[in-house]
C-alpha cells in the first residue's frame, strides 16, 4: 500500500510540474487565500486530492490535477478586491477569471476547462459541473478551504498585506506574459 502511495504521488507531482513551476501559476503565492494558506498552497491542496480520489475511482486524474492546480489563477488577493474595484461578487465571478487566465497560458482540456469554470457551484447557481471530476472538484475545494480556514491564527494582516502589496507591484509584469 505504502509503495502504491510513493507511485501515485511520483505521478501526481509528473502531472503538474509544468504548472506548479510556471511563473505566473508561481504569482499565486502572493495571494492570501483561507486562513494561513496562500492561493498557490490551496491550489496545490485542491489538485493533490483530486488526483487521489479521481485516480482512485479510476477517472482522469491528470486532467483533475491540472485543473485543480488553475481552479484558482485569479491573480488577485479578494480580501481587498471589492474595496479596489467595487466588484462584490468574487465568489461568484473568479471562475470566470481564473479560466481565462488559464486559457492565455496553457492548452486546457474540456475536464481541465469545466473544473476551472464550475468549481464554485452552487454559488454559481447555473454552472453546475458536466464531468465527474468537476463534481469532485467542487467537494474538494470546499474541503480543502474548510480546512485551511479552520487553522486560522492571529496575525498582522496590516503588515502582511503591505509586503505583499509591494512584492505585487514589482512582479505585476509577470501578468502580462504572452505565451
Not at 479521481?54 to 486532467?63: E, G, I, V, W
Not at 474595496?83 to 471562475?95: A, E, L, S, V
Not at 467542487?138 to 479552520?150: F, Q, R, V
Amino acid at each position: 500500500m505504502l509503495e502504491l502511495r510513493r507511485d501515485w504521488n511520483e505521478e501526481f507531482n509528473d502531472c503538474i510540474k509544468d504548472l506548479a513551476s510556471h511563473p505566473v501559476v508561481l504569482r499565486m503565492k502572493l495571494y492570501p487565500h483561507h486562513g494561513k494558506t496562500n492561493c498557490y498552497q490551496h491550489c496545490m491542496h485542491v489538485a493533490y486530492y483530486n488526483y487521489q480520489w479521481c485516480r482512485f475511482l479510476k477517472l482522469d486524474a491528470r486532467s483533475a490535477a491540472r485543473g485543480g492546480m488553475l481552479h484558482d489563477l485569479f491573480l488577485y488577493d479578494w480580501h481587498t478586491h471589492a474595496k479596489k474595484t467595487g466588484d462584490r461578487f468574487h465568489g461568484m465571478t473568479h471562475p470566470k477569471e481564473a479560466l481565462k487566465n488559464a486559457e492565455k497560458f496553457f492548452e486546457l482540456n474540456k475536464t481541465e476547462k469545466d473544473i476551472i469554470r464550475s468549481h464554485m457551484w452552487p454559488v454559481t447557481l447555473f454552472t453546475l459541473p458536466h464531468t465527474k471530476e468537476g463534481w469532485i472538484t467542487t467537494i474538494t475545494d470546499k474541503y480543502c478551504g474548510s480546512c485551511e480556514t479552520s487553522r486560522r491564527e492571529n496575525v498582522d494582516t496590516t503588515r502582511i498585506r503591505r509586503d505583499l502589496s509591494r512584492v505585487v507591484e514589482r512582479f505585476s509584469y509577470l501578468a502580462d506574459i504572452k505565451r
